[in-house]
Structure formats: structure tokens, C-alpha cells
């Protein structure tokens, strides 16, 4: 099975379970445009979110690493009309892409996209999420898993990306990235608060994975 297999079977569950329309597909063509890296989550996997916060009826949504808005959008299309989406985003840049791809999709009213280190923004933060989704930095992955137990509840559901990296996450040695993730795990065996699984992925972004954590 090689990366061309993985980003065809992606193409084909795309049109399957309808992954696509105009406003996600602006908002990557625009991320591209302006010069942001290719790395939103696959189509499927932007279902996925888009289907757990509909599953837990998310009324409040935390998102930390914004970079064009693509998973924004479709986090923000879960929530109710008086839901609200919080997406934390480093790169004045990224933001100011990410907010008109929210205008175009029609969510701007929805979602507040706010500037700033993402440790620092959550520790100034009070609100009460129901569903939190990690995408930012990986070597702060347990920072910030750390801070939003302080910003959610029993029964909210976390959800950290890129935590299995090639497969290189069993390396001890690994790079900066890998001891972020090794880092979180450490947090999610001591954390009583948490219960938690991690599923390996194949697909358009290669080899990698996500875990899944449950407030208790
Ligand atoms: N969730 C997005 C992809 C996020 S990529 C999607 O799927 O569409 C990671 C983003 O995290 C980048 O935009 C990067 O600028 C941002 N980031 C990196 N370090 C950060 C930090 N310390 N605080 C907040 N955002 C950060
Ligand atoms: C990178 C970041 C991501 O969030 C991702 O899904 C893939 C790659 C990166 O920083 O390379
Ligand atoms: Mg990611």
C-alpha cells in the first residue's frame, strides 16, 4: 500500500460521504493563494470533527491552531445558530485568511478567531467548552490539553492531531514533535480527569493519527 493508494481511497470516501462544496473548497484554494502551508486537516477527517461535534450536540467549540480556517469551517457548521466557535492562531496572517474564508462561508457571525500564543490566550480564558479540537504547535500538545481541563467539563471531548507521526511516536529519542506527543501520552496515563484512545491513519497527509479524550 503506497501514499498514491491512501490519497485515492480519501478522493473516493470524499465523494461518498460528500466532503466538499464551494466555500471548503475557497478556503484552500485562498490558504494556497496566499502562501499558507498545505497541512488542514484531509477532507474526511474535517467530516469527522464536523460529525463529533454534532454527535455531543457542541454548543460551545474550542479549536487551538487556526492556520486558513478549513477545519473551522467545519467545526462552525455543527454548531447551532447561537453556538459559538473559539480557534486559537498564532500568525496574524493565517487569521486574517482564515476570517474571510469564515466570511465566504457565511460563519463569520459564529466564530472568533482570536491572535496570540495559544498557551498564553488559554490561560487568560474563562469559557466552557464542549468539545476541543489540538492542531497547533506539537511540541506544546500536553500545554495545552493541560489548560483546557480548566476550560471544560464532565462529558466535553478532546481531540489532538498528528499524534502518531509516521509511526515515529514509539521512538523515546524522537524529534521535537515526537516528545510533544510522548509528552501528552505521559499526561493522559497520569490524568484521572481523562480517559483517551489513539487511532493510527492512512490517507491524503500520509501516515499519522489522532487522539480522542474524554472529560470524566
Ligand atoms: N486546524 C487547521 C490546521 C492548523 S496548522 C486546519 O486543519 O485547517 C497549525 C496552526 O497552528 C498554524 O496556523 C500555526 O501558525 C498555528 N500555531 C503554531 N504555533 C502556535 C501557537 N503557539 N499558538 C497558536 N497557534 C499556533
Ligand atoms: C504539520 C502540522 C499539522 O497540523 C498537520 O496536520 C500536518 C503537518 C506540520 O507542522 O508539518
Ligand atoms: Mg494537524
Same mark, same amino acid.
Given at each position: 500500500m503506497t501514499q498514491d493508494t491512501w490519497t485515492a481511497v480519501d478522493d473516493y470516501i470524499g465523494q461518498v460521504v460528500g466532503t466538499s462544496d464551494a466555500a471548503l473548497e475557497a478556503a484552500l484554494t485562498e490558504s494556497a493563494r496566499e502562501g499558507l502551508?498545505?497541512?488542514?486537516?484531509s477532507p474526511p477527517q474535517g467530516k469527522l470533527l464536523h460529525l463529533l461535534a454534532r454527535s455531543v450536540r457542541a454548543r460551545r467549540i474550542l479549536e487551538v =491552531?487556526?492556520? =486558513?480556517g478549513y477545519s473551522a469551517i467545519w467545526l462552525a457548521r455543527?454548531?447551532?445558530? *447561537?453556538g459559538r466557535l473559539v480557534t486559537l492562531e498564532l500568525d496574524e496572517h493565517h487569521a486574517q485568511v482564515a476570517r474571510a474564508n469564515l466570511e465566504r462561508a457565511g460563519l463569520a457571525d459564529r466564530v472568533d478567531v482570536r491572535v496570540g500564543r495559544a498557551v498564553d490566550t488559554l490561560a487568560a480564558m474563562e469559557d466552557d467548552f464542549d468539545l476541543v479540537f489540538i492542531d497547533a504547535d506539537k511540541p506544546s500538545n500536553a500545554d495545552y490539553v493541560a489548560a483546557v481541563l480548566r476550560l471544560t467539563h464532565p462529558g466535553s471531548v478532546i481531540v489532538v492531531d498528528n499524534v502518531v507521526r509516521g509511526g515515529a511516536v514509539? *521512538?523515546? *529519542? =524522537?524529534d521535537a514533535n515526537v516528545q510533544g506527543v510522548r509528552r501528552l501520552n505521559d499526561l493522559l496515563m497520569s490524568e484521572p480527569r481523562l480517559t483517551a484512545t489513539t487511532i493510527q491513519t492512512v490517507g491524503s497527509k500520509g501516515y499519522d493519527g489522532f487522539t480522542l479524550a474524554l472529560v470524566t
Amino acid at each position: 500500500m503506497t501514499q498514491d493508494t491512501w490519497t485515492a481511497v480519501d478522493d473516493y470516501i470524499g465523494q461518498v460521504v460528500g466532503t466538499s462544496d464551494a466555500a471548503l473548497e475557497a478556503a484552500l484554494t485562498e490558504s494556497a493563494r496566499e502562501g499558507l502551508p498545505a497541512i488542514s486537516v484531509s477532507p474526511p477527517q474535517g467530516k469527522l470533527l464536523h460529525l463529533l461535534a454534532r454527535s455531543v450536540r457542541a454548543r460551545r467549540i474550542l479549536e487551538v =491552531g487556526t492556520l =486558513g480556517g478549513y477545519s473551522a469551517i467545519w467545526l462552525a457548521r455543527a454548531l447551532p445558530a *447561537d453556538g459559538r466557535l473559539v480557534t486559537l492562531e498564532l500568525d496574524e496572517h493565517h487569521a486574517q485568511v482564515a476570517r474571510a474564508n469564515l466570511e465566504r462561508a457565511g460563519l463569520a457571525d459564529r466564530v472568533d478567531v482570536r491572535v496570540g500564543r495559544a498557551v498564553d490566550t488559554l490561560a487568560a480564558m474563562e469559557d466552557d467548552f464542549d468539545l476541543v479540537f489540538i492542531d497547533a504547535d506539537k511540541p506544546s500538545n500536553a500545554d495545552y490539553v493541560a489548560a483546557v481541563l480548566r476550560l471544560t467539563h464532565p462529558g466535553s471531548v478532546i481531540v489532538v492531531d498528528n499524534v502518531v507521526r509516521g509511526g515515529a511516536v514509539v *521512538d523515546p *529519542d =524522537g524529534d521535537a514533535n515526537v516528545q510533544g506527543v510522548r509528552r501528552l501520552n505521559d499526561l493522559l496515563m497520569s490524568e484521572p480527569r481523562l480517559t483517551a484512545t489513539t487511532i493510527q491513519t492512512v490517507g491524503s497527509k500520509g501516515y499519522d493519527g489522532f487522539t480522542l479524550a474524554l472529560v470524566t
